[in-house]
């Protein structure tokens, strides 16, 4: 079982000349599933790219498992079992759908350049057990049948599972997901949370952007919720649904019946 990661974010704020797109953002989450929602420009995707190393912050701290992590880049970050997927999705379209999950498995290589080059023994067998647990990662997600396939061939859904599939390669302690049930229709969408609640099962510890207030309420065991930049609320999933800031600035009255 995986040992899932602890994340802390302390006061963190970011800003792009006078525009505060992160004030003073706080939370902490130690484990299960965490969800990150609020409405477009709330700056849920400039906090995932701040805790991923992508963008570092104008002020405040990350931490993971107390471990300072500000400021740290992406690949760093990975090492200690950091990964993420993106809004848009980012796959090599030339390459098989098994290649581009077999590319998460990099970081547990050990070959040199010149073995991957003269397919020396430890090379040989490092691609061989890669492409096997990469098609073990797709027959979980339902893609085994697709593993052949051009990644630019697939379904815009496919696509989204394939990404979560080689963010998963680099075996994570803290996956952040960033709107990964766009593009899914109903069906799907229920599969992908049966799917995180399986991870969750499994001990990995997972920060989750998404729209799809049904998937969240869901499978979520916690909420944080982001309103021009600020947090405004947070707490298990129905109280953030009863919360009347959450309501006017974000989910709305429902209609009658």
């Known amino acids: 079982m995986t040992a899932g990661a602890r994340l802390r974010v302390d006061r963190i704020s970011l800003h792009f000349g006078g525009l505060a797109a992160l004030d003073d953002v706080a939370f902490t989450v130690g484990g299960g599933i965490c969800g990150l929602i609020g409405p477009n420009g709330a700056g849920k995707t400039t906090l995932l790219n701040v805790v991923s190393g992508v963008l570092p912050p104008s002020r405040g701290d990350i931490f993971l498992d ?30 098989s759908v098994l290649d581009n999950v077999r590319l998460g498995y990099h970081l547990h290589q050990h070959s040199t350049l010149l073995e991957t080059v003269l397919r020396l023994p430890r090379a040989r067998r490092e691609e061989r057990a890669s492409a096997a647990a990469a098609l073990a990662l797709l027959d979980r997600l339902g893609l085994a049948p697709l593993a052949t396939a051009a990644a630019s061939a697939l379904a815009y859904g496919d696509q989204r599972r394939v990404e979560i599939a080689r963010a998963l390669a680099l075996e994570p302690r803290l996956l952040l997901l960033d709107e990964p049930a766009a593009g899914l229709n109903a069906a799907e969408s229920e599969q992908l949370g049966d799917f995180l609640g399986h991870l969750r099962a499994q001990g990995l510890t997972l920060l989750l952007v998404e729209h ?46």
């Open 66 to 95: 107390e471990r300072p992590t500000t400021g740290l880049p992406p690949h760093r970050l990975a090492a200690l079992g950091v990964a993420r997927t993106f809004q848009n999705v980012r796959l090599f379209g030339e390459l």
């Open 212 to 257: 799809d207030m049904d998937l969240i309420m869901r499978v979520c065991d916690h909420i944080v919720v982001l309103n021009f930049g600020r947090k405004i609320a947070e707490g298990p999933p129905a109280v953030v649904r009863g919360d009347r800031r959450v309501i006017d600035a974000y989910l709305g009255e429902e209609e009658p019946a």
